[in-house]
Structure formats: structure tokens, C-alpha cells
């Protein structure tokens, strides 16, 4: 378009309609291309995607962490048994849709295996099951450019993330605002929620405020990480605790 010129409905729907090569998960492209609301936990998920994968919903991590493939917005892991999680939904909610990916369920049976199916280094203990090569790879590509599974990776990740603000809700008695919420849920995404829920015992004595939990659990878990890791997690950390595009008012529910 020109500058100048205007989009009219018609160009609008357009858009909408043709599928993303890259879909990358937003409060624009979740309602309007893929028709299911935005939600505020979907928008924690979409703060967490942001540090994942750029918010990309068919991001593929090729085993750069000995851990197999990883994929979509939550980076669902193959070694830990994430990824046949979100396998299996996809199967069983568009069961239509899987069988013109992938034609079959072998991959399921693989990613089943203990360790999903990966030795210690994350490479394929079957050879014929080594996702990060065709034809996996370029299977694995097309479920995210799928919206029907876009769909399910979306519905599965809020999930996930509802019930662990649940248990946050149960635990963190001192956290009230969508900041702080916001903070623990990526924080379990990202170290594990066993390991939040017992730091949280630390740092959340009776009489702090939310202000410094956060701090201080912001300085444990950078303490925790790997030296090499130790900045990237500073400043994730200091993204949810600082930034503006989360409130300091009460969660909606609090």
C-alpha cells in the first residue's frame, strides 16, 4: 500500500484469512486470525513466548540444548516428555489435521519413550525417529503453521499456565498484582515450579512487600542459573518485575 492509503474492511479480512508462514502469538493475531480470545492468562503465556521463541508458534530448537527438539511458543521439550504432550493434544483434538501432517502415529510411540525417545546427548535412540532431520523436521514445521494446531498449542499452554496460577494463588499469599503473577508463572515455566514454590518459602517472610519478594527471588534464581545463563536471566527477570506492559493493580480473581 502507499502511504496515505487506507485498509478497507475487505483488505482487513484478507489478511486474516491467509495463513502465516511465521504466526507469532499476539493480542491481535489470537482473536482475529485464529478467533478465540485473548485472555489475561493467554497474555501471560504471550509475555513467557516473547522470551521463548519471539512468540512464534512454529519455533523449532534443533537439540542446541541436548535435550532433543523443542518446540512452539513454550518450547515444549522432547527429553523431559513435553513434547509428546502437545503431540498427543494435537492427535486427539484434530485428529483430521495430524493425519495430513504426519499420516500416522509413529511419533507418538517414539516421543513415549523414556526420555522422549533421546539418549543423554538428545540424539534420537531409533534412528528412524531422529526428529531433527527431515522428515520430521519440516513435519514438526507444518503443525505450526497450522492454525487449527496453533490453536491447540495456545489452548494447551493456558491451560498449563491456569492452573499453575491456581497454585500460585495458594502459596504466594503476599503477590496481589498482574506483575506478580505474571513473574512467578514464567518463572516456573522457566526453572520449574517445585523449585519456585520452594524459594518463594524464602523470600516471602511475613511483613515484605510483593516489591521485594520479586527482588529477591529475582537475585536467587540468577544466583541458580549457570554463570554463562546468569545475564540473560537477570534481565528477564527485571523485564516482569519493571516493565510497563504489566500492572501493578490487583489480578482480576484477587
Known sequence: MAAGERADSALIGDLVRRRAPRAVLGPAYVPLALNIPFTPVTRFVWLTSLFETGGGLGTLNLNT??????????????KPGQLHVILQACCTREPAE?????????????TAKRNGGVDMHGHSVDPKFELTEDPWKSKLEALGTSPAMQRVQIDLASNVY????????????????????????????????GRVVQQYKIA????????????RLEDAFTNIARPEFQPQVRTRREFFRTTAMLSDE???GQ
Open 250 to 252: 490487583p489480578l482480576a
Open 204 to 215: 516471602g517472610q511475613p511483613d515484605t512487600t510483593e516489591h521485594e519478594i520479586l527482588k
Open 65 to 78: 540444548d541436548q535435550c532433543g527438539v523443542s518446540f512452539g511458543i513454550l518450547q515444549w521439550s522432547q
Open 162 to 193: 491456569l492452573n499453575e496460577l491456581t497454585r500460585a494463588r495458594g502459596y504466594a499469599h503476599e503477590i496481589r498484582s498482574e506483575r506478580g503473577f505474571a513473574f512467578l508463572l514464567d518463572l516456573a515455566n522457566q526453572f520449574g515450579a
Open 98 to 110: 495430524w493425519e495430513r501432517i504426519f499420516g500416522g502415529t509413529g511419533i507418538l510411540d517414539h
